[in-house]
């Protein structure tokens, strides 16, 4: 289903290259473009990889730490956050670790799901970073956007065929799912956005900032299950997506 809306993806961002003569933009910046799209795939199936193993409260709290990866690009670059700032990212980072749905007791963590978690959160900052970098105008970023996502189909069909030539079936027991195509598109497409907007924040404002501010999707995540799945928040969850605010005011207001 990943390559499916991948696949979407790069339909819709082949025709705005066209349209827009992204082509001139071409050069040796799209590396970053190319790399982004070999890291998101294998950062995705370890993040899958380690929800199977469980468990989910552990797992997605400790995937939003890949946040540090271009604050500290940002970092290294000679940026310095004011003391607002400083304040909000840190106050923001610990609301999105419990927006998430910290698990403090139960079964214990198997060590697999812990580096495979880890290797997902890192992997999830290094495109966060390396799409930042592959482009520096507008038409630049549709190319840069689009050769990441031809990087990611083709990654994924390999990987989709060595599953297959492993007996592993290609597609769900009823068939290829016509009636989700909506909301594959959606998804690739919401993808594709947050990865774009992202990248324009970073090239028009302090990366420590917008990576912080893009990595608040774990507060998305539970105030729509809380809002479309009718789930209850736990307190942790509640009191973790009221720091993420409180963090995003700081952040603007620094």
Avoid at 20 to 49: H, R
């Amino acid at each position: 289903m990943v390559v499916v809306s991948q696949s979407i993806a790069v339909v819709v961002l082949g025709a705005l290259v066209v349209a827009t003569g992204g082509w001139s933009e071409a050069g040796p910046q799209l590396w970053f473009a190319v790399a982004a799209g070999l890291v998101g795939p294998v950062a995705m199936l370890a993040f899958y990889k380690a929800l199977a193993l469980g468990p989910m409260g552990v797992v997605s709290p400790l995937g939003s730490i890949g946040v540090a990866v271009p604050v500290g690009v940002g970092l290294m670059l000679g940026e310095r956050p004011g003391v607002l700032q400083f304040l909000g990212i840190l106050v923001a980072v610990a609301g999105v670790c419990l927006a998430g749905g910290p698990q403090f007791r139960g079964a214990p963590v198997q060590r697999q799901a812990i580096a495979l978690t880890l290797l997902a959160a890192f992997g999830f900052g290094a495109v966060m970073a390396l799409i930042a970098e592959a482009s520096t105008t507008l038409t630049g970023l549709f190319l840069a956007l689009f050769v990441q996502r031809v990087t990611n189909v083709a990654a994924g069909g390999l990987a989709l065929c060595v599953s297959v030539r492993r007996g592993m079936p290609a597609l769900p027991a009823d068939g290829f799912p016509w009636r989700s195509l909506p909301a594959l598109a959606f998804v690739g497409l919401a993808d594709v956005a947050a990865n774009g907007t992202y990248s324009i924040a970073a090239q028009h404002g302090p990366v420590t900032v917008a990576a912080v501010l893009a990595s608040l999707y774990p507060v998305v995540t539970a105030v729509a299950a809380r809002g479309i799945l009718r789930e209850r928040l736990r307190a942790v969850q509640a009191a973790g997506a009221g720091l993420a605010l409180v963090g995003t005011v700081l952040l603007a207001s620094g």
